[in-house]
């Protein structure tokens, strides 16, 4: 199932369904119907899929940012964020932070997304008070996003060789 549900945010019939948005807003508002993003906030409940899984996946979209080149993957980058946006764990919160931060040209829809979500998750949250322990660590492979609770490393979207660490160049 984990497979199936991730594959279909890069299927081209759930680009083409929401292919004429183009501001975040409205963006996040359709991923949030839709059955794709359902499926994982699903998947994720019921554990067909880990946290771990969603990280590996995103690090192989990120796997394909290109400096110069519109980033392709958007569109599935900004579906994980919002299927992370009611997810109240460690994971999901430095994600939406990581990704909202990003300063980068070539992905700046997903980018926004994350800021959107963040803004309805801060709305859902208000009255909760809660703090995260943040490291950024640079990886290896472009932009993965690495969050082990086991070890006490959190966060980091970043990018090997100091390019681009959450916004900074």
């Given amino acids: ?16 369904s929401a292919g004429f948005l ?3 807003g409205p963006l996040r ?7 794709e993003v359902a499926a994982v906030r699903r998947a994720l409940k019921e554990g067909a899929i880990t946290e771990e899984t969603l ?7 990120m796997s394909d940012l290109r400096a110069g080149e519109r980033f392709p993957h958007e569109l599935p980058l900004a579906a994980v964020a919002v299927a992370l946006e009611t997810r109240a764990t460690d994971f999901a919160e430095e994600f939406l932070h990581d ?14 997304v994350a800021r959107e979500c963040l803004k309805r998750r801060t709305s859902l949250t208000r009255s909760k008070s809660r703090s995260f322990e943040r490291t950024r660590l640079a990886q290896e492979i472009p932009f993965s996003v690495r969050t082990s609770p086991s070890n006490g490393a959190r966060g980091a ?9 959450c916004g900074a160049k």
């Fill in 99 to 112: 990704l909202a931060c990003l300063r980068v040209a070539e992905m700046g829809l997903c980018t926004r």
């Fill in 1 to 16: 199932m984990s497979g199936n549900v991730l594959e279909m945010l890069r299927s081209d019939e759930f680009a083409l």
């Fill in 22 to 24: 183009s501001t975040p």
């Fill in 157 to 165: 979207v970043g990018v090997a060789q100091g390019t681009w660490i």
């Fill in 29 to 35: 508002r359709f991923l949030a119907k839709s059955r």
């Fill in 55 to 61: 990280r590996r996946f995103v690090a192989g979209l």
